[in-house]
Nanobody, 127 residues
Framework: QVQLVESGGGFLQAGGSLSLSCAAS??????????MGWFRQAPGKEREFVAA????????YYADSVKGRFTISRDNAKMTVYLLMNSLKPEDTAVYYC??????????????????WGQGTQVTVSS
């Protein structure tokens, strides 16, 4: 059974920084052959793509809304993906999910391409 567990969410003021982690586990799960992504869902809105990283971490892709402020990275030995969020804004308030797109190397932006999901972690940014 594959599990993705996010951590690091919290409440903070605008302009602050927060680092999210997503730890993967599961015997059948090949983390090093999975594109890993972060998505978020704000109240009353659809879930949206935030960032993704390829197998080896050599390529990343960001939504325009977070480009230059967020950084995605991964540690395949620890089976963990990270999202460093700087200069946070109230509009970044959402539940953040990590997700795994297994067995193919390209970054894809649609949530429907990702097979495994974490339970989410809440990030709240006050103005």
């Amino acid at each position: 059974q594959v599990q993705l567990v996010e951590s690091g969410g919290g409440f903070l003021q605008a302009g602050g920084s927060l680092s999210l982690s997503c730890a993967a586990s599961g015997r059948a799960f090949t983390f090093s052959r999975s594109v890993m992504g972060w998505f978020r869902q704000a109240p009353g809105k659809e879930r949206e793509f935030v960032a993704a990283i390829t197998w080896t971490g050599d390529t990343t892709y960001y939504a325009d809304s977070v480009k230059g402020r967020f950084t995605i990275s991964r540690d395949n030995a620890k089976m963990t993906v990270y999202l460093l969020m700087n200069s946070l804004k109230p509009e970044d308030t959402a539940v953040y999910y990590c997700a795994a797109d297994v067995g193919q190397p390209r970054i894809r932006l649609s949530e429907y391409e990702y097979e495994y999901w974490g339970q989410g972690t809440q990030v709240t940014v006050s103005s």
